[in-house]
């Protein structure tokens, strides 16, 4: 591979305060890319844009809301000069609660924020990439998106949806230079763990065949492939960093 595939590459990672997004602006940034750190959490978009350093910055932005999408793509396209890398890694898992107890308020903020932000996002993003002929989405979903978790419904919907449109959003820009892609990872060792109940956690984590939790960095690993050069022939697909979990 090339030592710097991403060399003067402009990429947009959403949700990368902390977590699997943070690893993947890390890598992307290490691989030649300028890269924006988006996230609804100023503060920490901006320090670990600083920790990560070279060109990175932070910014805020919540991926729910329209206005603020295209105020932060304005802000980067402006500062950065273009974009060519968009990856939607912001979403939230939610309450882990059974549909016949789920308040209507918890569905509409999980969906919001992982379905409704990518398409959000990623339409902000062609209008940068279309006039180019040329860029890379690629998306965060789940294996829940596959599968199904219990208790977890509007979680599990949410990523089926951004397989879903992955698979129709490459579709429509096959002939425009632009290639879009998910992975869709099983429970990955973050922060956001902590918000889970340690039964949920070794319940998800007995369920991974090769029998431990992924790390941010092997995500991160994925994601660079997919908005490299070096898989130019890949759209349309999710692919699986889950410890052999999937069954399809």
Known sequence: MDPQPLKGKNAIVTGAARGIGRAIAQRLAAEGAQV??????????????????????????DVAQAASVDRAFAQVADQLGGVDILVNNAGI???????????????????????????LCSQAALRYMLPQQSGVICSLASISGKEGNANMAPYSVSKAGVICFTKTLAKEVLDCGIRVNCVAPALIDTPILQGMDQDRVDFLTAKIPLGRLGRPEEVAATILFLVSDESTFATGQCFDVSGGRATY
């Open 93 to 119: 898992v939610g309450t882990d609660t059974p549909v016949k107890d789920l308040a209507e308020d918890d569905w509409d903020r999980v969906l919001d924020i992982n379905l409704k932000g990518t398409f």
């Open 36 to 61: 924006a750190i988006l996230d609804i959490d100023a503060d920490g978009a901006q320090r670990t844009a600083a920790e990560i350093g070279g060109s990175t910055i932070g910014l805020a932005a």
